[in-house]
């Protein structure tokens, strides 16, 4: 199956995610990483119908199985994960400063890729760590 990514981020007050199709770009909001999930997954297959109706290419891509996965931003993704990862968790796991972390999570700053390669990893060995957990 074919992964095509959506890039999310953060409005005011909802999820935002945009994906560019042929010479059109598909968007979508939601409350939750899970409303707008669904949304974008919507406003995907609505704008494949619609380029099928007027006649024009749909990517390959699209025209056997995908799946949509969803690339956050530093901000969005903090956003989402506030209520199971704190800042001082992050901190711990980084070694990025919890202010600095902060501003990231706020989007007063935007951190240089080598902090967004630090957070990536991070979150990635912690999920490794995760799977080897045996109850």
Do not use: W
Not at 1 to 14: A, S
Not at 55 to 79: A, N
Not at 95 to 103: K, V, Y
């Amino acid at each position: 199956m074919e992964k095509v990514t959506v890039t999310v981020g953060l409005t005011e007050r909802n999820y935002c995610a945009h994906l560019i199709i042929g010479d059109g770009i598909v968007v979508a909001t939601g409350k939750t990483f899970e409303e707008l999930k669904k949304e974008m997954q919507s406003a995907v297959e609505f704008h494949l119908e619609g380029m099928d109706e007027d006649g024009e290419d749909v990517p390959k891509i699209f025209l056997k199985p995908f799946e949509l996965v969803y690339q956050f931003d530093v901000e969005s993704l903090l956003s989402h994960y506030r209520g199971i990862i704190t800042n001082a968790a992050l901190e711990r796991l980084t070694g990025i400063n919890r202010r600095q972390l902060t501003h990231y999570a706020s989007g007063l700053r935007k951190p240089r890729f080598e902090q967004r390669k630090k957070i990536r990893q991070a979150l990635h060995s912690l999920g490794r760590e995760l799977q080897e957990v045996e109850i």
